[in-house]
């Protein structure tokens, strides 16, 4: 098996292609990992999604620094992942907002299904409240393997 780097425009490349990853967040150094759906936009280099109000949105209220891990995975031997180091930023209805709103709007709406799983039904004790919001990406860093022509089957 032969593992490379991939370059920030491979990673891009990559991250345009998918839709499902899981954001890591912290909270007074407690880490917690959760599936999510996005939208990459590449050309404010950042990743949409919503969510109903609950521990992930709290604690990154409290601690923006996040990561999403994205990846694809067809065997041991063929196999790419790619993370992004970014910032949680809540959009809102604010004039500043609405482009990027827009965007994310459009975007979530090329996919089937967009609103799932973030909009299911939930308990009725839960909030219902929506957060749209993305992550503003710092940093993408990936690695792609696949089997080298000397290895063995």
Same mark, same amino acid.
């Given at each position: 098996?032969?593992?490379?780097?991939?370059?920030?425009?491979?990673?891009?490349?990559? &991250?345009?292609?998918?839709? &499902?990853?899981?954001?890591?967040?912290?909270?007074?150094?407690?880490?917690?990992?959760?599936?999510?759906?996005?939208?990459?936009?590449?050309?404010?280099?950042?990743?949409?999604?919503?969510?109903?109000?609950?521990?992930?949105?709290?604690?990154?209220?409290?601690?923006?620094?996040?990561?999403?891990?994205?990846?694809?995975?067809?065997?041991?031997?063929?196999?790419?992942?790619?993370?992004?180091?970014?910032?949680?930023?809540?959009?809102?209805?604010?004039?500043?907002?609405?482009?990027?709103?827009?965007?994310?709007?459009? &975007?979530?709406?090329?996919?089937?299904?967009?609103?799932?799983?973030?909009?299911?039904?939930?308990?009725?004790?839960?909030?219902?409240?929506?957060?749209?919001?993305?992550?503003?990406?710092?940093? &993408?860093?990936?690695?792609?393997?696949?089997?080298?022509?000397?290895?063995?089957?």
């Amino acid at each position: 098996m032969i593992v490379h780097d991939l370059s920030p425009a491979e990673c891009a490349e990559f &991250l345009k292609q998918s839709d &499902l990853g899981r954001l890591a967040c912290t909270h007074e150094g407690q880490p917690y990992i959760v599936p999510i759906h996005f939208s990459f936009d590449p050309d404010r280099k950042c990743l949409y999604s919503f969510s109903t109000v609950g521990q992930k949105i709290a604690w990154m209220r409290e601690n923006p620094k996040v990561c999403v891990e994205v990846d694809d995975i067809a065997d041991k031997d063929h196999w790419t992942t790619v993370l992004a180091f970014g910032r949680y930023e809540e959009m809102d209805e604010s004039p500043a907002d609405k482009a990027a709103r827009q965007t994310a709007q459009e &975007l979530f709406q090329q996919r089937p299904e967009w609103w799932f799983p973030a909009a299911a039904k939930r308990g009725a004790r839960e909030h219902h409240a929506m957060v749209i919001y993305r992550v503003q990406i710092d940093r &993408l860093t990936g690695r792609r393997a696949s089997r080298g022509s000397g290895s063995s089957a």
